[in-house]
């Protein structure tokens, strides 16, 4: 106890000196005793009505030593001397109010002890407590004001780089947001932006003010606001889940023919702060109107935080996303594994420079490379495997089958039993929504992979190796790579998520569409009335994390997709986002459905039962058929043999035994 003390003040009399070298500091004191002397003679006066006769001004002189001498230290000691006042904020006000108590408290407490309270007035201390807080609070408040009307000391000297051509910025929306916006560009001086009015869809706020800025109508008229308040640029500040209200005021916007921006939402600001720094130009994961996840923070820390967690295909758009998510909940080390030189290295130096403080290793390699996946889990031991590493494009995986059969399949498959040989807890599979009823090479290699995960959920491990593991390590004709596994239960809890197509990825047509009309068009559609499911990366990352504390082992979760979207609408709302007109300057062109894609997708097939669960956003599978692993094996090695030989057609036969449901196209060649 008293070596704390000791250290206590110790430490104050170090920020006393600190304090004490600092002009400001000084001038800052000395102005509150004054404040703190004028505070206790305004008491006085009030009380005796501004006539003190020479007994109560002689009482005043002797008590106002006692009334300085305990207040500035009590001002000291609560670290009011410590702020900085430029950026007081309600909770420094909050902490004067404390202080103005707490000294009067002492005060009063040391008249009592001294002569009983005989000749003071009790009024004098209670007003007293009122003017000091009311006069110490108008100081610091007009500090603030100060310089946020005339800015830092250096731009009272020189205004070169002060902004003088301010952009005339018109907000939509007078909540929470806004309010935000609004603050920060009265603080900030420096920002290019002169907010002119407010709109909102609420008639009962028009009249009222935010930070002096005014409410000025119902959002319906937007073009007449825009036009009389002669504004230059307009920003979204209402976060609309609702796609058809975003769309409208997307539409609205569109009328008054100026720029608009849109904030981000809270799933891609992971800090939850809202910045006029962040604004961004409207996108079409806007108009999708996606709900912000609900995320189960607790679960998913208890198997993340301090683990070593293993992400396949890191570099890509859901393997990256799930790097950043993953980084929320304080992970122990993210081994970054991926094929693609750049994308590692993209989200490798993201991870670096903006994520200092976490742990990294980056694997460049695919995950079919026995040797080096036994080396990774054999050095860092993950406890958590995300595999989102696969050959995504349709088309391209229906001409060259053998890559999926090698990199979509046999990868899983390798990456499965190093994970139960290893002792993982979790391994969460990636697969898509065109692994249901499968038309195509892509989804039947993902519906295999589903399989596997069943089989091996379902099975003890019995020591039997997949052709290709045997294959490899005889080739090898090197030690055995594997750990001695007895047979017998194993530990690692399988599990997949199932979804539909992920905004911005490189399998998405939104970057074709950007692209085509950035060069006039015309704008390529396969069908018009082709469909699919859409989805955020961030919403796609966050979903699948919330899967994986949910998994018991064996399950296929399925990620509620809302809608599906036509991609001719999308493509014509891509357009209208940039200003021109999809009837008249950009053309849409339907070049016919291309090789294995089907006009839409589904996320069960038949047979499969679908329940909820207490995730509002999360379904789950129910009595998926399960297929041994050692029938499984027997036909991935004639899959192997096939791949081997590079025959298309005889690939496609033998994935429709192992997926009865898939319809092969067998006129397609490479």
Known sequence: ?????????????????????????????????????????????????????????????????????????????????????????????????????????????????????????????????????????????????????????????????????????????????????????????????????????????????????????????????????????????????????????????????????????????????????????????????????????????????????????????????????????????????????????NVQMELRHEHEHVTTVTVLGKVQDLRLLDSVFRRHHPSVVFHTAAYKHVPLVERNPWQAVYNNIFATQLLMEASILHGVDRFVLVSTDKAVRPTNVMGASKRVTELLMLAYSASSWDGCLSP??????????????????????????????????????????????????????PVTVTHPDVTRYFMSAEEAAQLILQSGSMGKGGEIFILKMGEPVKIADMARELIKLTGRDPDNEIEICYIGLRAGEKLYEELITEGEGIVGTHHEKIMVLKGERIIPVTRLNDLLEMLAQQAKALDSNAIKKVLQQIVPEYVPDFTITT
């Open 1 to 345: 106890m008293v070596e704390r003390i000791v250290e206590k003040i110790t430490t104050h009399g170090k920020l006393f000196k600190t304090l004490a070298r600092n002009p400001k500091f000084w001038v800052i004191l000395c102005v509150d005793a004054v404040l703190l002397a004028l505070a206790h003679y305004l008491a006085y006066a009030v009380r005796f009505e501004l006539h003190l006769n020479v007994k109560e001004f002689h009482q005043f002189l002797n008590l106002l030593p006692l009334i300085v001498g305990v207040k500035i230290p009590a001002f000291y000691l609560f670290g009011l001397y410590r702020g900085m006042w430029r950026y007081t904020s309600l909770d420094d006000i909050i902490t004067i109010l404390i202080v103005s108590l707490f000294s009067s408290t002492v005060i009063i407490s040391l008249l009592l002890f001294g002569n009983r309270f005989l000749g003071f007035s009790r009024s004098v201390f209670i007003l007293d407590c009122v003017f000091s807080f009311g006069l110490i609070t108008c100081h610091r408040v007009a500090i603030r004001y100060f310089y946020q009307r005339y800015g830092t000391s250096h731009s009272l000297v020189s205004t070169e780089d002060r902004p003088t051509d301010k952009k005339r910025l018109l907000l939509i929306g007078a909540g929470d947001t806004a309010e935000k916006v609004l603050r920060e560009l009265s603080e900030n001086n420096q920002l290019p932006y002169q907010a002119v009015g407010l709109v909102d869809d609420d008639p009962k706020k028009i009249g009222l003010k935010l930070h002096n800025v005014a409410v000025i109508g119902l959002l319906n008229d937007l073009e007449e606001h825009a036009r009389r308040t002669r504004t230059q640029e307009i920003l979204i500040t209402a976060v609309a889940f609702d796609k058809t209200r975003m769309r409208r005021i997307v539409s609205l916007c569109q009328r008054t023919q100026l720029p608009f921006k849109v904030l981000p939402d809270m799933n891609e600001l992971l800090n939850g702060r809202v910045s006029i720094t962040t604004v961004r130009d409207i996108s079409y994961k806007d108009l999708l109107g996606r709900e912000e996840v609900r995320l189960e923070q607790e679960k998913i820390g208890a198997y993340l935080t301090g683990k070593t967690i293993l992400i396949t295909g890191a570099g890509g758009s859901i393997g990256s996303e799930l790097c950043r998510q993953v980084l929320r909940f304080t992970p122990g080390l993210i081994i970054l594994y991926d094929s693609s030189e750049e994308n590692l290295y």
């Open 468 to 521: 290709v593991w045997r294959q490899r390590t005889e080739e090898l004709n090197d030690e055995p790579l594997l750990y001695p596994q007895p047979p017998g239960p194993h530990r690692t809890r399988f599990m997949g998520v199932r979804f539909g197509n992920v905004l911005g990825s490189s399998g998405s047509v939104i970057p074709l569409f950007k692209r085509q009309i950035e060069k006039g068009g």
